[in-house]
């Protein structure tokens, strides 16, 4: 059978004893048979824990709970599996019982910023839509561990539509994020109904899902699904593979058929101390990635979620990774490099510093090999003065449709039109003092 190797059929005659080759590559044979113990996973694996370390691993599950595909199982180097990236992903250490002073159950505060049930709505124009609280995997260096795993968090149908109404009623929602837990682990009837939905509102332009399963369990990729999907466009999907390794036979299948049913494919790793910090590894990732026609999308810092202390890199160790990648390689093979700001703010763009100085008319830039050089500014430019006006303005935006009419942020400080000069924080003690006067 193709993309089945002799290791595989291995484990799935020990799994189940009449297991053929054809039900290795179902989906739903391999969620029947996810490992959700230590016991199973010993077994598979040919290793055996003890004493201490034993006991500690079954803590680490009362608390985050284990469950890891056969497929994505069968991955791990039984040879060297300590050090193996498919390992350290998908089985707990005791490590993750260590809490470490800055950590937080919702790091992101992304259950503070939900106006309805499954939504959390934080940047003007896109939410994000949980519509499963189930997982093929559980990653370890999961942000969302707090939720995912609690098997009762798959919202039922009722629910899901509240979350719909409110996109419904927020004519600002442009793009929905669909994730979850995994939105794949729906059946592909409960998907063509959400998409639906979600279809029928006009002001929803484009909806992204986010899913891992061509990663732990590409056959969930199926003809029929990409045909639910392809009925529902313009649908973007992102992924998350995290090492070369990931990118199977069985993982490339799963990749051409999306990107054959027209779905723009993106990928968002994190970077793990262990796994995948090295310019080298994540070199060789993004390129297996554009050969498989998925465009590296974001590269996160991990987050300061309880459990993920051993998981993390000083942010250092991020801006090297870019600085081996920006200019060594295509540059639609680079992702962003993001830190999610605890407490909610979203997602902070970082990388290497290019502007070494700056004059009124000369700006001194340096490259990927450190050449320096200087960008000469133009002598006259006379920007057009913004008002918002736009019928007088001569660049003619004839939009009737463009939307933005208030600067926020720094974009309010950098706009003609506002009298904005400086951004304060609340409770600041100084301008608190000039308010008493
Ligand atoms: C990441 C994220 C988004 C999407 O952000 P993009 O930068 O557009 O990919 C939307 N909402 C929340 C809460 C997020 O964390
Ligand atoms: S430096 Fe990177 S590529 Fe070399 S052995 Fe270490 S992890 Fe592997």
């Known amino acids: ?30 969620m029947r048979h996810c490992i959700r113990d230590i016991k199973t996973f010993e077994d598979l694996l040919g290793v055996e824990f003890g004493g201490k370390e034993r006991r500690d691993l079954e803590l680490t599950l009362a608390k985050f709970p284990l469950a890891v595909t056969p497929y994505y199982l069968s991955l791990i180097d039984p040879q060297n599996w300590r050090n193996d990236p498919v390992f350290l992903q998908s089985f707990p250490q005791s490590a993750e019982l260590v809490i470490e002073n800055n950590d937080m159950i919702d790091p992101l505060a992304e259950d503070a910023d939900s106006p309805a049930p499954c939504i959390t709505h934080r940047y003007p124009d896109r939410v994000l839509f949980y519509v499963s609280g189930a997982c093929a995997m559980y990653c370890r260096h999961c942000t969302r561990k707090r939720k995912v795993g609690d098997r009762d968090a798959v919202p039922d149908k009722k629910t899901m539509l509240e979350g719909i109404e409110y996109i419904r009623r927020t004519p600002q ?12 682990l729906l059946g592909d009837e409960r998907l063509d109904w959400l998409l ?3 279809g029928t509102i006009d002001h929803v332009e484009i909806v992204r899902i986010g899913t891992r399963t061509p990663v732990v369990l590409p056959y969930r990729i199926t003809d029929d699904l990409c045909r639910v999907l392809r009925s529902h466009h ?9 090492h070369p390794r990931e990118i199977t036979g069985s993982s490339r299948e799963a990749l051409t058929k999306l990107a054959d049913a027209g779905i723009p494919l993106g990928n968002q790793s994190v970077l793990l101390a262990g796994v995948n910090d090295c310019v080298r590894i994540m070199k060789a990732l993004v390129h297996k990635l554009v050969i498989n026609r998925v465009r590296p999308y974001y590269l996160y810092q991990c987050d300061l979620s309880e459990g993920l202390s051993h998981f993390r890199t000083p942010i250092g160790k991020g801006i090297e990774i870019m600085e081996g990648l920006v200019g060594h390689t295509s540059g639609f093979a680079v992702p962003q490099y993001v830190i999610d700001a605890p407490g909610g703010g979203g997602k902070i763009r970082v990388a290497p510093n290019y502007i070494l100085s700056w004059s009124t008319n000369k700006v001194v830039l340096r490259n990927y090999e450190g050449v320096i050089t200087t960008y000469q500014e133009p002598d006259s430019y006379e920007a057009s003065f913004c008002d918002r006006k736009c019928e007088r303005c001569e660049l003619h935006l004839n939009l009737d449709d463009a939307p933005e009419d208030k600067a926020i942020g720094i974009a309010q400080l950098l706009h003609d039109d506002e009298d904005a000069i400086a951004l304060t924080p609340m409770g600041n003690d100084r301008t608190g003092r000039r308010d008493e006067e």
């Open 1 to 30: 059978m193709e993309n089945v190797s002799s290791r595989q059929l291995e484990l799935a005659s020990k799994i189940s004893e009449d297991a053929a080759a054809r039900q290795w590559r179902d989906w739903k044979w391999q």
């Open 234 to 242: 313009p649908i973007w999907l992102n992924t998350h593979f995290n």
């Open 173 to 184: 929602v442009r793009d929905v994020l669909v994730s979850g837990g995994d939105p794949f």
């Open 196 to 198: 639906g939905e979600l």
